[in-house]
């Protein structure tokens, strides 16, 4: 059964070359189940090429509320990653938080 008060949200962007999950992908994904009345991160993922560094981003954006805006999510990945995936890890959660806020204009209240 789903959660009525969970959505699934993916951000987008170019893998840089000379990464390994270039191999396998050409873009970098995240992915979040977003709980809607506060737009925060309940669990995140993301389609770097090892697990460890998936877990990673996940634990990093959890609990991060997307309608605090996009800031505090770039700077948490510009000061904790320091794999050449940066910039697309960057450009991901902000193609994420462009996709919530335009869920969020278009999703109309239920009575």
Avoid: W
Wanted: charged letters at 15%.
């Amino acid at each position: 059964m789903v959660n009525q008060n969970i959505i699934f949200i993916a951000g987008h962007a170019r893998l840089p070359q000379g990464m390994a999950a270039k191999s396998i992908f050409d873009t970098l994904t995240i992915t979040a189940e977003v709980e809607t009345k506060y737009g925060v991160i309940l669990e995140a993922s993301c389609t770097l090429a090892t697990a460890h560094g998936r877990e990673f981003i996940g634990r990093l954006l959890k609990g991060i509320s997307l309608q605090d805006g996009i800031d505090y999510s770039v700077s948490q990945i510009q000061q904790y990653y320091f794999g050449k995936a940066s910039n697309a890890l960057v450009a991901a959660i902000k193609d994420l938080h462009k996709q919530y806020l335009q869920i969020q204009t278009e999703t109309v209240p239920c009575k």
